[in-house]
């Protein structure tokens, strides 16, 4: 058994978007395995933005506590059971977790933990993105807030993240026209040549308004929205009657010092008779088994490409996060440890 | 048959809130009615805050077209059917139509109108009212998207309002603890006292979030919005989970010359899993019969209380407007002619 722990901790709170020296390794001995817990090797991290707002001292939400300073940094892993004291669990297997950025974890299972399938499916880090909360998140928002039709245009921001990569096939595999929301030439190719979305539109263009106009002539009946912030108020002047918004990231915001400015035409909502849905996919977790077996047999017909973004090592994992916030990431980003 | 008609006709469009002298009399003919047209004698003007949206030159919406400079105000009747050429009206039948500020409306029946019941309750008024679409709003808003559940907490805001009046005493009747948000302690008092409200908050109180929490221990279950702007952003801040806000009217930002910035915390229905909702009431038309039913049981029952704000004469048409973003009604404001 392991006796020596690498971790990354949280060196300094980040001030706007995190940036490497944030984070440090530290070296830490593994205790003894005591009874009622498990010692886990983890196998892959995964880089999620959201977990930005944790870093801060007030994160504004009550989601999860503030990350301590100088503590390994709370995230979510792909990991297997080395040992276990522990009634539940048994040596072998595989638990999607909310454990820290470090290379094993011995815990009471206490924390956040999901069981993978007794048989998964390769590769493992799927679980993590599209099989995992991420991949999730675009069916639960697409089937139940959603509801999307067949010939209804479906807009996604921040469409090449784990989440919007997703989302624009599914929005297809349901009938409808997708069109994706990227930073750049290069990157909104990539959405049509690799992810199967119908358009996009460069984030960074002039004309926003027009850009979407173009990209969406018949209006926006759904906009699955992964960036928050002011491209929403944008997006809003674009819906069609009874538009379905479905609020899942904000990756705009979690790293804003000051909050940014709200859309100042939510009237549209009602002028429109349309609805926005916020939603937390780890809520859904007794409908995880029948939503990968969904997405599980599209990926096997061929329906959907799953882009990664992977680094290899923990010492590679705090540049992965800032990744994120560059938008150096195509598709999901994990880390194989 | 009357010859002579008088009419409030838009004399200025309205900067900001609307004044006495954006509006005038005058007297004009009525011509002779020709086959197909209906003359019918408007009991009542319905004075609504959204209407003076389509009084600007660019109303931002397509609900409807902007009024024409020294035309009659478009507005909300209660009228009679004086003389009938239409195949679809008779005499003496009454009608709520989207006629324009007049003591009488020639017209060929094209425009918006919806039927009383051959035998409508007493007084006539509450069409206008409690029984048309600013009740209807209250009750369909309340019923099919705020889904109100016994002990819940509904916020109601512009609560003296005419949606607000009636809104607060259905979310009591639904088993909700109501709380109404109004402008100064004797409105405050009044919501109380007239209406049935649990609880008031005081909208010019020094600090908003403050009073929301003294009158909302719990959090907020359902937000009734009727007044739009920043107020809203107070409210998320305040939301349970799962909790629906109700985007019905913008009083507020009606008569904004610029857009009044938008919530800075919308991440907050995600963080809580809420949802929005605007609706437009008279999408409802073919259900007006069902809910006017329920609602007019509930008055039968003495359970819903109508306070009206009542003027008399087309004189005092302008007036009764301009008083709604005074905040000088209680209730639905009529001008009986």
Not at 83 to 105: I, K, N, Q
Not at 208 to 218: G, T
Request: aromatic share 8%.
């Amino acid at each position: 058994m392991p006796d020596i722990n690498r971790a990354v901790v949280l060196a300094a709170r980040p001030q706007g978007a995190p940036v490497e020296s944030d984070f440090r390794i530290e070296q830490r001995p593994i205790a003894k395995i005591a009874q009622g817990q498990i010692l886990c090797r983890n196998l892959f991290v995964s880089l999620d933005a959201g977990f930005r707002n944790w870093m801060d001292e007030d994160s504004g939400d009550n989601v999860l506590p503030a990350m301590p300073l100088g503590e390994p940094v709370m995230g979510l892993t792909l990991s297997q059971v080395l040992d276990s004291r522990h009634p539940e669990y048994r040596e072998g297997e595989y638990l999607m977790a909310r454990f820290a950025w470090e290379e094993y974890t011995l815990t009471d299972a206490g924390d956040f933990i999901s069981r993978l399938p007794a048989e998964p499916r390769a590769p493992l880090s799927h679980y993590l993105g599209v099989l995992g909360d991420t991949g999730l998140s675009a069916y639960f928002g697409l089937t139940d807030h959603g509801r999307v039709q067949p010939g209804e245009t479906v807009l996604v921001s921040a469409a090449a993240g784990a989440v919007g990569s997703i989302a624009g096939q599914i929005a297809r595999i349901y009938g409808a026209r997708a069109v994706g929301i990227a930073s750049g030439a290069d990157k909104c190719a990539q959405l049509i040549d690799v992810l199967g979305y119908d358009a996009a539109v460069d984030r960074t263009a002039a004309d926003i308004d027009a850009a979407l106009q173009r990209a969406c002539p018949d209006g926006v009946d759904v906009y699955f929205d992964n960036v928050g912030g002011p491209l929403l108020e944008h997006v809003l002047d674009q819906i069609n009657e009874d538009a379905r918004i479905l609020l899942c990231g904000a990756v705009a915001s979690y790293s804003a010092t000051e909050p940014l400015p709200g859309p100042r035409n939510l009237f549209q909502l009602t002028t429109k008779h349309a609805s926005m849905h916020g939603f937390m996919t780890h809520l859904q977790l007794a409908r995880y088994d029948e939503a990968r077996a969904v997405l599980g047999g599209w990926i096997d017909e061929g329906r959907i490409n799953v882009p990664e973004h992977r680094l290899d090592g923990i010492d590679n994992v705090g540049r992965a996060f800032c990744d994120l916030f560059r938008g150096a990431n195509f598709g999901k980003s994990v880390v194989a440890l």
